[in-house]
């Protein structure tokens, strides 16, 4: 077995992720040193700076000659890796650029380390994106979930808060416990971590482990859905989500569920897309397609009931996290085999129209301390700029035509349609149409009910820039798909980037 050494020379491959660990370290023991009385808000700034430098080194990453591998190929610098690090980078970015209107001292006392916070938890994205190792793929996954655990309880005299946190701990905790014991199953068939020699060990000894192997792939199905709060492993989301600060909430919206999807795409594909039984491939891919089908169903039906708009966004992102799983469960075929450009233009859609979403909420809760959709009411005479913006990103969340939610849903809509998985397209329809209904719910609040007219709204900066970027980016992305789509495709290698066949 090949030597897992890293040499100084393969540093240069890890600079966006020693980018972050600098930061973090360096911020940390600046936090420790400065006095109390010193505003902690230019760490946000630095954090925010740290980011984009990180962000520079991936992109110089990108489309190299070909994948870097580290640590006998338990960390991979390719284009999978890169592009959903660019996804992690851009959603942190956001979330911190919004925080500085956000965060006060009187209910976040430790505003540094809320700030820091978010460079561990990108890393951990970052190590979740490039590992194909079951060890790096479980640090990471901890690293990003103990850090979202500590944001969640920041408000530390949040009653609803600290019942948030609690709950995603022993929840969190559950899962992480329910795909550790998967992996081990793996490692117990196969004397290896790495995902590679695990294909091979499956192709090899099927039949000898047959009812292991099916154990271990459902229980990480399992523990992954919760990830990525698919139904019926979601409903630590709608508390979470509500308790935790909007910035917070946004984060595990987007960054988290973000990572967790890069590796359900890494694992799934290595292990189960070739090289191995059919059979067990087929069964996997049958039970990621009734977890789509489910969480397509019940995130859209149960939005329908919800009075607080952080509830109904859970239950939107259940939904979506459906969506966001076709394109893996309809595997590929000579016939179809852009599923993760598909899924990839959906994601990035998916981020800006969420980003966008909390932003406006974010300056809501400001005027009325309150997350509930009525606080929309008459929000046209009182913001109009903002209701604009919110229009947009409402009509690219409900998918309405010539949006990049419209797009994105299209595209893997036809992919499922292609790969002959009529009746996933056939619950993608139904459910969009249920989804039109509540979205369009917000529009209604802000331009045909009245509220207090009479109470102007006043939007800090940061979160009026943001939210009309992702109102822009998500309608400007349904002007040029084809052109996203292809860029994408010419980046990105399936047999080298994820299949690791190369």
């Given at each position: 077995m090949e030597a897992m050494r890293l040499q100084v020379s393969d540093l240069v491959h890890l600079l966006p992720e020693l980018t972050l660990v600098i930061a973090a370290v360096v911020l940390s023991v600046l936090d420790l040193l400065l006095p109390?009385?010193?505003?902690?808000?230019?760490?946000g700034w630095l954090t925010l700076v740290s980011l984009i430098i990180s962000g520079v080194f991936v992109v110089l990453q990108l489309n190299p000659a070909e994948s870097i591998e580290l640590l006998a190929n338990s960390y991979r610098v390719d284009d999978f890796a890169s592009l959903m690090k660019l996804v992690f980078i851009v959603g942190t970015g956001f979330v911190v650029y919004m925080s500085f209107s956000y965060v006060k001292k009187?209910?976040?006392?430790?505003?540094?380390?809320?700030?820091?916070?978010?460079?561990?938890?990108?890393?951990?994205?970052?190590?979740?994106?490039?590992?194909?190792?079951?060890?790096?793929?479980?640090?990471?996954?901890?690293?990003?979930?103990?850090?979202?655990?500590?944001?969640?309880?920041?408000?530390?005299?949040?009653?609803?808060?600290?019942?948030?946190?609690?709950?995603?701990?022993?929840?969190?905790?559950?899962?992480?416990?329910?795909?550790?014991?998967?992996?081990?199953?793996?490692?117990g068939i196969s004397g290896s971590t790495n995902l590679v020699d695990i294909r091979a060990a499956i192709a090899s000894n099927f039949h000898s482990y047959e009812m292991i192997v099916y154990i271990a792939s459902f229980l990480l199905i399992a523990g992954l859905?919760?990830?990525?709060?698919?139904?019926?492993?979601?409903?630590?989301?709608?508390?979470?989500?509500?308790?935790?600060?909007?910035?917070?909430?946004?984060?595990l919206a987007v960054v988290s569920k973000a990572a967790a999807f890069a590796m359900i795409f890494r694992m799934i594909y290595v292990l189960f897309a070739v090289g191995t039984y059919q059979e067990v491939a087929d069964a996997v891919m049958l039970a990621l397609?009734?977890?789509?089908?489910?969480?397509?169903?019940?995130?859209?039906?149960?939005?329908?009931?919800?009075?607080?708009?952080?509830?109904?966004?859970a239950y939107s992102g259940v939904a979506n996290a459906g969506y966001l799983?076709?394109?893996?469960?309809?595997?590929?075929?000579?016939?179809?085999?852009?599923?993760?450009?598909?899924?990839?233009?959906?994601?990035?859609?998916?981020?800006?129209?969420?980003?966008?979403?909390?932003?406006?909420l974010m300056i809501l809760e400001r005027s009325t301390g309150s997350d509930q959709i009525s606080g929309f009411a008459g929000l046209y005479h009182r913001a109009p700029y903002t209701a604009g913006a919110m229009t947009l990103i409402v009509l690219s969340l409900a998918g309405f035509p010539i949006t990049g939610?419209?797009?994105?849903?299209?595209?893997?809509?036809?992919?499922?349609?292609?790969?002959?998985?009529?009746?996933?397209?056939?619950?993608?329809?139904?459910?969009?149409?249920?989804?039109?209904y509540y979205y369009f719910g917000?529009?209604?609040?802000?331009?045909?009910?009245?509220?207090?007219?009479?109470?102007?709204?006043?939007?800090?900066?940061?979160?009026?820039?943001?939210?009309?970027?992702?109102?822009?980016?998500?309608?400007?992305?349904?002007?040029?798909?084809?052109?996203?789509?292809?860029?994408?495709?010419?980046?990105?290698?399936?047999?080298?980037?994820?299949?690791?066949?190369?």
């Open positions: 109390n009385r010193v505003n902690r808000k230019f760490i009187d209910e976040i006392y430790h505003v540094g380390e809320y700030y820091y916070f978010m460079l561990p938890a990108t890393l951990g994205a970052f190590v979740m994106a490039s590992s194909a190792d079951l060890i790096t793929l479980y640090v990471g996954l901890e690293l990003l979930s103990i850090t979202s655990y500590i944001m969640v309880a920041l408000r530390k005299k949040s009653q609803r808060s600290n019942e948030a946190a609690f709950k995603y701990l022993v929840m969190g905790a559950i899962a992480s416990a329910i795909i550790l014991y998967g992996m081990s199953f793996l490692y859905s919760f990830k990525i709060a698919a139904a019926p492993f979601h409903a630590w989301a709608p508390d979470v989500y509500e308790g935790a600060p909007t910035p917070v909430t946004s984060f397609s009734v977890i789509a089908a489910a969480a397509m169903i019940i995130g859209n039906v149960t939005a329908l009931r919800q009075h607080s708009f952080k509830r109904l966004l799983l076709v394109p893996i469960t309809a595997h590929f075929s000579t016939a179809h085999f852009s599923n993760f450009s598909e899924f990839l233009y959906y994601l990035i859609a998916y981020l800006f129209m969420n980003i966008g979403a909390f932003a406006v939610g419209f797009f994105g849903k299209l595209y893997i809509l036809l992919g499922a349609m292609e790969t002959q998985h009529y009746w996933l397209a056939a619950i993608m329809l139904a459910t969009t149409v249920i989804a039109y917000i529009i209604r609040q802000m331009f045909m009910r009245s509220g207090d007219e009479s109470e102007t709204i006043k939007v800090p900066l940061t979160l009026g820039v943001t939210a009309w970027i992702c109102a822009i980016i998500g309608v400007g992305l349904g002007f040029f798909p084809h052109v996203i789509l292809n860029a994408l495709e010419k980046i990105f290698s399936l047999t080298k980037d994820l299949l690791l066949l190369s």
